[in-house]
T-cell receptor, first 115, second 113 residues
């Protein structure tokens, strides 16, 4: 069964508004979670690494003030797209990893459409 | 710079035959490789992994082969089933340096009944 839950699965918002996406690890604690973005027919691009109790680490080219990440507990990370614009429309996916040498487990993603 | 490449965007295979999906990488430091399967509007699902100390890992119908000298890995699915139709991503990581995984662009597999 799913080990990472992501919500909402789909959201449509108006330009200028903010959208919050939640990512939860269901049966394990994740000190680190990851946020990816996928454009059509492209690979998953890592946006940022979310660290429990500390600031997120953003990849080059990702605006930290636009994509706010909060990792308030060992099972929850949130991504807030602030002042969304149509170009932010994309598929956002979170992932988490159990300790040790284990694969990433992904949430089901959030399809964001900004009108 | 794309460190993990899947040069075939799509592949069609007859049901019951073997599907072979290929992946190349450029970073010789990668020591952990994975294959994920993704359906539309869903997150990727882990399929199978292999560490660099092995050259083959098998799990049911899925086998991953790793050729370190060629920096190449492949996923074999046999026999292919219509339910295998999905996009397959390969991913690579350097375990000792952290958690970042690098993904290929994916190969869309269609298994024809």
């Amino acid at each position: 069964g799913a080990v990472v839950s992501q919500h909402p699965s789909r959201v449509i918002c108006k330009s200028g508004t903010s959208v919050k996406i939640e990512c939860r690890s269901l049966d394990f604690q994740a000190t680190t979670m990851f946020w990816y973005r996928q454009f059509p027919k492209q690979s998953l691009m890592l946006m940022a690494t979310s660290n429990e109790g500390s600031k997120a680490t953003y990849e080059q080219g990702v605006e930290k003030d636009k994509f706010l990440i909060n990792h308030a507990s060992l099972t929850l990370s949130t991504l807030t797209v602030t002042s969304a614009h149509p170009e932010d429309s994309s598929f956002y996916i979170c992932s988490a990893r159990r300790i040790g040498n284990s694969p990433l487990h992904f949430g089901n993603g959030t399809r964001l459409t900004v009108t | 710079d794309q460190q993990v490449k899947q040069n075939s965007p799509s592949l069609s295979v007859q049901e019951g035959r073997i599907s072979i999906l290929n992946c190349d990488y450029t970073n010789s430091m990668f020591d952990y490789f994975l294959w994920y399967k993704k359906y539309p509007a869903e997150g990727p699902t882990f399929l199978i992994s292999i560490s660099s100390i092995k050259d083959k890992n098998e799990d049911g119908r899925f086998t991953v082969f790793l050729n370190k000298s060629a920096k190449h890995l492949s996923l074999h699915i046999v026999p292919s089933q219509p339910g295998d139709s999905a996009v397959y991503f390969c991913a690579a990581s350097v375990l000792s340096t952290g958690n970042q995984f690098y993904f290929g662009t994916g190969t869309s597999l269609t298994v024809i009944p």
